[in-house]
């Protein structure tokens, strides 16, 4: 099992930016696929991103294409995700996760592909 801990949440208003973080521990981050993914009150939790262990493939979900940006640093065990122009509905928790069986063929949407995930940080954006 892999311990991921996020950081980097906050309030913010719509159209400002906030860099999350996740830390990752174990000498074997660098075979996993990483992604985050986010719970809003009352739903389901989302897919927003996913990465590859060498990061040469990246997914995003449509809601957040073109704003979000993942990114990971192999050396330092993190998976950071930028997110800019942000909305009120991207309000939620925010999950960072890790892919240990990943094959290195496809990334992950859906929750039920990633097996270890971290606490979460609340974002809030407020219109």
């Known amino acids: 099992q892999v311990q991921l801990v996020e950081s980097g949440g906050g309030l913010v208003q719509a159209g400002g930016s906030l860099r999350l973080s996740c830390a990752a521990s174990g000498r074997t981050f660098r075979r996993y696929a990483m992604g985050w993914f986010r719970q809003a009150p009352g739903k389901e939790r989302e897919f927003v991103a996913a990465?590859?262990?060498?990061?040469?493939?990246?997914t995003y979900a449509n809601s957040v294409k073109g704003r979000f940006t993942i990114s990971r640093d192999n050396a330092k065990n993190t998976v950071d995700l930028q997110m800019n122009s942000l909305k009120p509905e991207d309000t939620a928790v925010y999950y960072c996760?890790?892919?240990?069986?990943?094959?290195?063929?496809?990334?992950?949407?859906?929750?039920?592909?990633?097996?270890?995930w971290g606490q979460g940080t609340q974002v809030t954006v407020s219109s």
């Open positions: 996760t890790a892919d240990r069986h990943y094959s290195g063929s496809y990334l992950y949407t859906s929750p039920d592909e990633y097996d270890s």
């Open positions: 990465i590859s262990w060498s990061a040469g493939s990246t």
